[in-house]
C-alpha cells in the first residue's frame, strides 16, 4: 500500500534515535549561544534561484512550483540563505549567526544516504581577518568536546590549490579540465597519460606525487615543502601552518591531515576548507571553509564570511552507539498519582506505566525488557 511507505530517501526517526538529534542541537546551540552567535531562521522553502551557486551533481533539490509558476525548492543548503538575508535586508556586517535545521539533497537511489538532514551552523560575516577560520576550527572543536565525541581527526584543505596549480601548468583549458576531473576520480590512468606530456615542466615531480598528496599533515608539508614554491601556493601552506598548530595548542588529542587533490565539498569556498572525521564512521562530523564570494550572487559588494555546519544527524548516530539505558517501569494506582509524579521527578531512570493492572504492567515490563517496579501494594521502589 503506497500510504504506508515513504518517499526513497526518508525515514521515520523514534526514540533514543530522534531524542539525541534533539540532545546534540541544543548542546551545538548553547555553545553558539555562549560565544555570543545570534539565531537566524530561513524558510524550508525557497526560490530555486538561491542555490544556482552549489554543484548541480551533488545538491540535486525537491522542486515544486507555486502558485505563479515559479519554481521552489526545499533548501539543500543553509549558507546561501544566510547569503541571501544578508544581501536583501543590509544587516551591516560584521554579524555572527547560527542555526539549526533541516537540508534536503536528492542523492542516487540506493546510495544508502538520506535525502534529508540536520545541521547545525554557524556563518561568519564581514571578517577578513583568519581569525574567523581559527573560530570556527574552535567551534567546531569545542562542539565535538561538549558531545564527548573522541578520535577527531581535522582534514584540511584549499579550494583554490588545485586551480592555483592548474593556471601556472602548460595546458589547454579543456585539458586542465580533464586533468581536475581526473584527479578528483582518482583516475591514475586518465591522469598519468594526461602529465605524460609534462615531464620536463618544472612541476613534472609535483605531478607525479599530486594524486598522493593526502594523509597526516606532517608527512603531506614535508613533501610539498620540496617542491617548487610557488607564491600563492606558500601562503596556503603558512595558513595550513597557522590552522594546524591552532588545533594542536587547543586540542592535542586531535588528528590532523591534509588533502590537496580533494574536490571542495562546496563550489563557494574560496579559502581554507576543513572537515572533520571520527575514527568510527565515515561520515563527517562538521564541515566548512571560507567563501568570501558568496555574497556577490546576491549583491554588488563582496563581503568576507566563513562559517561550518555540524552534521547533527552523524553526531547523533555517533552517540547511539554508546547511549541507551532502558528506564523501570513504575505502576501505581489512580490514587497514587502525587506519589508516583514525586519519584518519577526525583529517579531520573523511572517512567510511568499506565497500565490499567499488575498483570498488564509485568506483560509490558516483560515486552520491553525492563524492571519493572510496583508500588501499588504501599511498597517504595529500590533506588
Ligand atoms: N553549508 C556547508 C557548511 C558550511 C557552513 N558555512 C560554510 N560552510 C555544507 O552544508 O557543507
Known sequence: MDNLSLPVGTKDQFGAEAQLQDYVTSQLSDLFNHRGYEKLKTPVVEFASVFEPLQADNYRPYQMLDDRGRTLVLRPDLTLPVARVMSATGIEPPVKWYYT????????????????????????????????????????????????????????????????????????????????SALFEKNLSKYDKLIETMVDS?????????????GTFSEVMTKLESFVSIPEIDE?????????DFISDNFPNVEITLDLSMKSPQNYYTGLIFQGFSNSSSEYLFSGGRYDDLLKNFQQNQISAVGLAFNVDGLSRHLLDKKTVAKRLLFFNSDQWQEAEKLVLENQDLTMCLATDIEEARRIAVSKGVEL???????KPNE
Do not use: H
Open 101 to 180: 535545521g533541516d537540508v534536503f539533497r536528492l542523492k542516487k537511489e540506493l546510495s544508502g544516504s538520506y535525502n534529508q538532514e540536520t545541521q547545525a551552523g554557524v556563518e561568519i560575516i564581514g571578517y577578513p581577518d583568519f581569525k574567523a577560520e581559527l573560530e570556527c576550527l574552535m567551534i567546531a572543536l569545542k562542539g565535538c568536546q561538549a558531545l564527548n565525541i573522541s578520535g577527531v581527526t581535522v582534514q584540511l584543505g584549499d579550494a583554490k590549490f588545485i586551480d592555483s596549480l592548474l593556471t601556472k601548468l602548460p595546458l589547454t583549458d579543456p585539458s586542465k579540465q580533464e586533468l581536475r
Open 202 to 214: 618544472k612541476f613534472s615531480q609535483f605531478l607525479k606525487e599530486w594524486p598522493w598528496m593526502f
Open 236 to 244: 596556503m601552506l603558512q595558513r595550513f601552518r597557522v590552522a594546524a
Open 373 to 379: 517496579v510496583d508500588i501499588s501494594q504501599g511498597g
